[in-house]
């Protein structure tokens, strides 16, 4: 078997099982309020080794779930991180145990605002309480004991996954030995935050929205949540990416001016804002947005204190042309880590594809995941080899 | 008087007029159909001289009219370029006589999509014409005829009224001696046009709009403008500009989470999104953002001819942070301008405010319009001087 055979090798048909966590008691949430148990959906893929420390969790971005690499039966594609995940793959499954879970407040299958509220037997809607990212933190580590993962060789996400596993380092860092933060960042820009509101304001102006209470309704914002996610995905791709996908084409042809699908970028948006529907809720929006809004893990002044007693390895990974995160946000986060004397990779890596690019095939940045998890200490010698292969 | 109080010193109260123009025949239009009369809403500052060639035509971009400069009584902030346009400033009205009018396809004064179609006697909504910039010229040019100007001294726009003095000095430009194209572009991109799309999508699939038949029905499509509005100012800004004024600021403080206006930048959108709606129309949103999308006028191969033989004077300006028309758009045009031997004078400037800039006081660019409007001769040694001066 040849690499290139390996590395298009899939994992085949996955499931995504389920567990009830918090079912003894319940979890206290950032904000103090408790919730349980709480329903989570997972799939793993490759096997936990005696030692039961070859796990690699991956944590979701906003809009991912569970199902990050193999196949659903009767799919038309694989997991959103098949290209990274899978035997033979950057996130090898012949060597590492891969977890990958939906999202507290997420809506494909774990506990979300559109679950049920215990108390009332309807959907919670705006009753559910606000999140933190070290809400998320809180529910991985739960699943991790459930799994019987010791600790993680590493945990890795991309975007608003990027967020959990920099947080997940600096509350728990005895959990893990690497941490992997791709087109990231630890605080949100007035500009982020303001993308964000207007997503937000279509979803709750939307005249079928009924304060949150649509689902009982039989009714569902479905023209704010298209809205929201086709601005949104704007800010997903590049202006250079646009540029090369669709350029000024027309759709149709040029004699067929109006205010319809005209040109090819507004056929593909409409797309997405109608595909997104069918997967996604708008009350996790609203929740899963908020969390990213409020994220500043270096906003305590003790934020260093514990992930300096126990060095996590880092990898800070970029790209180019991503406007959503640019690379000036992992600059400042590979600041931040350095300044405490933490072992950081810093890679920025060249793709026109914008922030989107963590989920694509990036030469580059598929081979220097792989070998930050295949080095074999996770401590300072680790990152400086890093490095020196870098350059 | 020092120059401080010649700069500051107003125009005073000013009013809006009305004309109706091609009320003999009607203006046929770039797609073919014919539409008349026509009622134009203008302003006009400064005096016109014997020679009738001291004018200079005031170009609005997407959301302008023709109140340009000066105060309407009652009104508590002047016209929207009152700091560049006055006694004095930049475009001084003591020398040039100012002429500043509403689009074809606006809504304020100007007949629009939403004035009445004489055929139904209710309004026109979406059976209103589609427009291009080359009928703005045909119309800015008959009020020239009305006013008697015989040349402009220039023609001045910024973001789509630098595309309308582009076009018109490219297809009359024996109407002209000088061009200054602001914080503009020849060609939108496909994300320029993603954007706009995502507002037009917001109006139309907003409950209200009853295919642009809202205004029979007392209705308006406002949800859909606010939202249209909160995306576009944030294009407008920068990350920058958003940083320096809110960061992260909490609008009441941090124990206030929800999903209202937690952020002061929040705050800031809404209101934007909000006033919008007492001063524009969702139609002419629809209108005159589906004209920039089909700008393109180096897409004819004869593009140049005219200009070539009447050359006309260019300032082509951009500001460094604007990312709806970034720089790049700028040096393109400069590109094509001076590939036809035309004289350009390019300048980019330092700004923090995004494409708005070309609305805001940045000293050095309204320095730069005061010498481009003052230079004595409007061929080819004038812009070597003004080159010679921004060194």
């Known amino acids: 078997m040849t690499e290139g055979d390996i590395a298009s090798h899939p994992l085949g048909i996955v499931q995504t099982q389920s567990v009830e966590l918090f079912t003894e008691r319940p979890l206290v949430l950032a904000n103090g309020e408790s919730l349980g148990p709480i329903t989570v959906a997972y799939e793993t893929y490759g096997e936990l080794n005696e030692a039961r420390d070859n796990g690699v969790y991956i944590c979701h971005a906003l809009t991912g779930d ?9 799919d038309k594609h694989p997991g959103w991180w098949d290209n990274l995940i899978g035997p033979g793959k950057p996130v090898d499954t012949r060597k590492w145990f891969v977890v990958c879970s939906n999202l507290l407040g997420g809506c494909q299958g774990t506990t979300g605002p559109s679950s049920t509220n215990p108390a009332t037997g309807d959907p919670w809607g705006l009753d559910f309480p606000l999140l933190d990212i070290s809400d998320f933190v809180e529910v991985h580590r739960e699943l991790a004991r459930h799994l019987d993962v010791r600790r993680w060789h590493a945990v890795v996400g991309g975007s608003m996954g990027g967020m959990q596993a920099l947080d997940w380092s600096m509350r728990y860092p005895q959990d893990m030995c690497n941490a992997a933060v791709i087109a990231s960042t630890s605080r949100l820009t007035a500009q982020n935050i303001a993308f964000s509101a207007v997503g937000r304001e279509a979803i709750m102006r939307d005249e079928s929205f009924h304060d949150g209470h649509f689902a009982v309704r039989g009714e569902n914002p479905d023209v704010g949540l298209t809205i929201a996610r ?11 990416g646009f540029d090369e996908k669709f350029g000024r084409r027309p759709q149709y042809g040029a004699s067929n001016r109006g205010f319809g699908v005209d040109f090819a970028v507004e056929s593909y948006l409409e797309h997405q804002g109608e595909a997104f529907l069918s997967r996604f809720d708008a009350l996790s ?6 969390v990213m809004d409020y ?3 270096f906003g305590r002044d003790d934020a260093l204190d514990l992930v300096r007693q126990h060095p996590v390895s880092y990898l800070v990974a970029s790209f180019d ?11 400042r986060l590979v600041r931040q880590l350095e300044g ?3 072992p950081v990779t810093f890679r920025d890596f060249r793709s026109p ?3 989107d690019s963590f989920l694509l095939e990036v030469p580059a940045y598929h081979e220097t995941v792989r070998a930050f998890l295949e080095c074999e200490s996770a401590t300072h010698p680790h990152a400086h080899s890093m490095r020196e292969a870098s350059r």
Chains 1, 2 share one sequence.
């Open 295 to 297: 994220f500043d893990p």
């Open 340 to 342: 405490a004397g933490l």
């Open 285 to 290: 929006y609203l929740y899963l947005t908020r």
């Open 321 to 331: 042309t991503d406007w959503r995160f640019s690379t000036e946000h992992s600059r």
């Open 353 to 355: 594809w914008g922030h």
């Open 230 to 240: 086709m601005m949104a995905h704007i800010t997903y791709t590049s202006e250079e």
């Open 66 to 74: 569970a199902h990050a690499a193999g196949w659903h039966g009767g």
